[in-house]
């Protein structure tokens, strides 16, 4: 069965860093891109970026880029979605989701979400 | 970046009626779209691929159809469990792949 775990509800005060993550199980976790979506109170989903834990070959979305960090540690299965400095309007859920083998397929698995919330 | 339209924004239909959900891409995406649904505090559920092909463990009333760059997901005779939000998205050109602003399906 394949599982993506995601960690904890995180707390931060703006401009703190942060790095959530992602571990998935089940599956040969080097052959399956794994993507970031961040679903902000009330609102609908947005495609941040995604990785091939393979090669770590990571695509951004345009509205993320330089905003975020995606990288992966396959030597544990684990993949991060991080922050240098957080802002109000980074408060959020963020779901990771496995897509295919190769670039084009859509999220099959998802985790649980981590629900980050930023304020003074 | 191409643009996921979704139509309406809310659909109210009655349990065991037939429910319409419309995606239209901003230009060509071949048959690379996914719909999803979300019920309240779920994470998102694969429920179409490649147009339309049910993913695993999906009952028959959800099916889905393209023409041209117009998308349909149909979900047939509605139990209380498929009122939720469905979210198209399209996996063809990246970045990013794109999702539409989602419809929320309602009782009536």
């Known amino acids: 069965e394949v599982q993506l775990v995601q960690s904890g509800a995180e707390v931060k005060k703006p401009g703190e860093s942060l790095k959530i993550s992602c571990k998935g199980s089940?599956?040969?976790?080097?052959?399956?891109?794994i993507g970031w979506v961040r679903q902000m109170p009330g609102k609908g989903l947005e495609w941040m970026g995604i990785i091939y834990p393979g090669d770590s070959d990571t695509t951004y979305s345009p509205s993320f880029q330089g905003q975020v960090t995606i990288s992966a540690d396959k030597s544990i299965n684990t993949a991060y979605l991080q922050w240098s400095s957080l802002r109000a309007s980074d408060s959020a859920l963020y779901y990771c989701?496995?897509?295919?083998?190769?670039?084009?397929?859509?999220?099959?698995?998802w985790g649980q979400g981590t629900l980050v919330t930023v304020s003074s | 970046e191409i643009v996921m339209t979704q139509s309406p924004a809310t659909l109210s239909v009655s349990p065991g009626e037939k429910a319409t959900l419309s995606c239209r891409a901003s230009r060509s995406v071949s048959y690379n779209v996914a719909w999803y649904q979300q019920r309240p505090g779920q994470t998102p559920r694969l429920l179409i691929y490649?147009?339309?092909t049910r993913a695993t463990g999906i009952p028959a009333r959800f099916s889905g159809s393209v023409s041209g760059t117009e998308f349909t997901l149909t979900i047939r005779s509605l139990q209380t469990e498929d009122f939720a939000v469905y979210y198209c998205?399209?996996?063809?050109?990246?970045?990013?792949?794109?999702f539409g602003q989602g419809t929320k399906l309602e009782i009536k």
């Open positions: 089940g599956y040969t976790f080097t052959d399956y891109w």
């Open positions: 989701a496995r897509g295919g083998s190769a670039s084009t397929y859509p999220f099959d698995d």
């Open positions: 490649g147009a339309s």
């Open positions: 998205q399209q996996y063809d050109k990246w970045p990013p792949y794109t």
